[in-house]
């Protein structure tokens, strides 16, 4: 099943390990084809990519996001700090943040609802979980959310 | 007959003289013929029957003797004119006095021939009246007196006994009362005329002879208490022996026995209940103080004066009773915080009752105490010493601490651990999917590719498991506690690091403090403390082109601090703390797995020291240190 909207949906993913991003990476491609899908590695990063700092500047090849993939264990900046400065910025708190994480820890989940994370998944073992989570991730944040305009 | 011969004017002296004495006579005087007729009659007689002496003489006696005795003295009238012997006789008078006077009468014979012989009838007769209506009175008033006397001796509820005391100095009953009788249960017959051997027996009699003694000797009356087995039962007495003295000598003992059986049941049970509380007092446990509270005029506590303190009081606050008894509490601790003063005041002045657990700083304990107050004015204290418990208390609460820190700590590795190990199995499990996939389309390339991913994941697993083991082994025990120079531990690290003394093909300057101190502790892990530092500073030395690392120490109270410092690429200050974490890498590209220098921590940690870097930010190098205490408390 592909999944299309009339406007294609820009994700970015913040995710230190190089393998998880690979195979998140990997899933997408499968299942979630002509939406845009960009990597950082670190908070740091991705703030600069959202302030289209340094080489983020690139539109073209750096897209502004609507929606950004977030592993909570990140080196530096963690995370929660990133979700946070996120979600508090008024740039960028309209863009959808779902949680990405490989933790159930309750701690987790209820701190990142309160930093206003938009959804929480548990990273799955295997590609086949993975590929379906993302499809039905898919399914909703990519072909019925309604998405607000980034703002100038 | 020649001496009759005188002198008319000599016999008119004579006359006179006798008339004179004859009148002056105290007593009644009448010369009487054998008529019965007064011849002469005194002033004295004249007084008893209350006439004048010309109303007497030429009268018959018995005109002035009273008509009821008048026939028994004329009955005896022959006889007194012939007997030699005087007679004496009771009667009364009859005159103008009422009631008719008593008298004593005595009659001498009196002849004119001379002393009248045998029983030659006298002439006259010489009537002497003595009155004896007073001394009748006095007879009767001391019958009366005697009867009285009778009635209270014998109504005395206490038993009163008279004891004669011989001339041999022995003692002998006389007179017991009704009381005596009673409560001694003896009989006056039985008592009367016997010695205290003969009535009490030997045992006692001793006792009381030794009282009686004791009066007679010091003529004062004595008092004392005695337990006889009477008749009566057992009963304590308290005896006074009072002496009474009579013709130069103690003549009799009286002695008063009032039964204080009761009483002295009484006085013991309260002796004894008194020393039962003296016994509690002195042997409490808590202390026990009585004081007096002092205000000022505008009734505002301001002191307080110790009134009696038991034993523990004084072994609890290490006052002396003898030298705080008497003086207020500020005299005796002048630093005592006014706390103190202002809650026995309340107590004092409200009467309420008070628990508190208060600090004495001049004493340096903790004190529970309990307040009350007696009676207006005055409190009592009663108080344990919790110093101790205190003491446990805050190692109690120290130790919770402690164990929550710890709890927190591991729940916070178990977190970190389950979260991190997940990362490699997650990308094992996904790239065999891909594996499998690409082997199905033939694209063996990819796959050998993606099994790399997997070989690396599952040595990064490996390595994280090693670390957490070492990081456990670490965190249980110390190997041996050793006495050591520091320098031989950083020397030997750093040969062992020999090989990566190149960086990057650059030389790297190494310096060591040459005055390394001799520490304390387990030698093998402080090594790999050292290793582990500058292992660390060699991976971050970056695009460095002159790197450098320094090892140095500085001397601090107690605990040395040591450093070691390079010139790489140096911490954002926010991240100085996260560095220690447990699989914390801050540059996700460096070798290793963020396990060294959470091994650092946790070694010098169980060690005793802290840990901490510094650095003035990105490519500004980093300086970590650690302490290590001096002389070190159980290491285990």
Known sequence: MELKQQQPIRILLVEDNPDHAELIHRVFRSCLVGNTFSHVEDGEQALAYLDREGKFADDQRYPYPDLILLDLRLPKMDGFQLLERIKSSPCHRHIVVIVLSSSREEVDVQRAYQAHANSYLVKPFSVDEMTEVLRYLGLYWLKWNVYAKRRP | MAEWECSSAELERMCTLFSALFNRF?????????????????????????????????KSIQDFLHEEDRSDFLARCPALFRQAQ???????????????????????????SGEPKGTEEADYLLLTFSEIDERGASEFALRNLLGEYETLFNGLQDAVFLIEVGEEGEFRYLRT?????????????????????????????????????????????VAYEQTLDSPAGRRTWLTTLTPVWSAGRIKYLIGTSIETTEQRATQEA???????????????????????????????????????????????????????????????????????????????????????????????????????????GYFATVFIDITQRKRWQEEREQLIQDLQRKNSELSQFTYTVSH???????????????????????????????????????????ALLEGLLELSRVGRVLNSLDEFPFGEVVTEAAQLLLGNIRHQGRPIEFEIAPDLPVVQGDRARLSQVVQNLLDNALKYMGEQPNPRIEIGWRDAPGEFLFYVRDNGMGIDPSYQDKVFGLFEKLDP????????????????????????????????????????????????
């Not at chain 2, 006014?338 to 304990?365: C, H, N, T």
């Open chain 2, 26 to 58: 105290p007593a009644g005087g009448v010369l009487v013929d054998k008529e019965g007729l007064i011849r002469e009659a005194n002033l004295a007689f004249c007084s008893l029957i209350g006439c004048e002496p010309s109303q007497v003489v030429g």
């Open chain 2, 86 to 112: 005087e007679e004496i006789l009771e009667l009364r008078l009859r005159g103008t006095r009422q009631p008719p006077p008593r008298v004593r009468l005595q009659a001498g014979r009196l002849s004119l």
């Open chain 2, 177 to 221: 009362n009704a009381a005596y009788q009673q409560k001694i249960g003896v009989t006056s017959e039985r008592i009367r005329e016997r010695t205290p051997a003969e009535v009490l027996g030997p045992e006692w009699s001793a006792e009381i002879r030794d009282h009686c003694q004791r009066c007679v000797e010091s003529g004062r009356p």
């Open chain 2, 270 to 376: 309260i002796r004894q209940n008194g020393q039962r509380y003296r016994i509690l007092f002195e042997n409490l446990m808590e202390g026990f103080a009585l004081h007096e509270m002092i205000w000022d005029e505008n009734g505002k506590p301001l002191d307080y004066r110790f009134l009696e303190v038991n034993p523990a009081f004084e072994r609890l606050t290490g006052l002396k009773a003898e030298e705080i008894v008497g003086k207020t509490v500020l005299q005796v601790l002048p630093g005592l915080e006014r706390v103190w003063i202002e809650r026995y005041g309340e107590v004092a002045a409200s009467g309420k009752a008070m628990i508190f657990e208060e600090y004495s700083a001049p004493l340096q304990k903790w004190y529970e105490v309990r307040a009350f107050s007696p009676e207006p």
């Open chain 2, 420 to 462: 991190d190990l997940r990362g490699p199995l997650i990308t094992i499990l996904g790239f065999l999917t891909f594996v499998e996939q690409s082997l199905e389309q033939g694209d063996v390339e990819q796959a050998k590719a993606d099994l790399q991913r997997i070989r690396f994941a599952a040595e990064k697993m490996q």
């Open chain 2, 589 to 636: 590209r460096t070798e290793g797995y963020g396990i060294g220098l959470a091994l650092v921590k946790r070694i010098v940690e169980v060690h005793g020291g802290r840990v901490w870097a510094e650095s003035e930010g990105r490519g500004k190098g980093c300086t970590f240190w650690f302490t290590l205490p001096k002389v070190h408390r159980n290491l285990s």
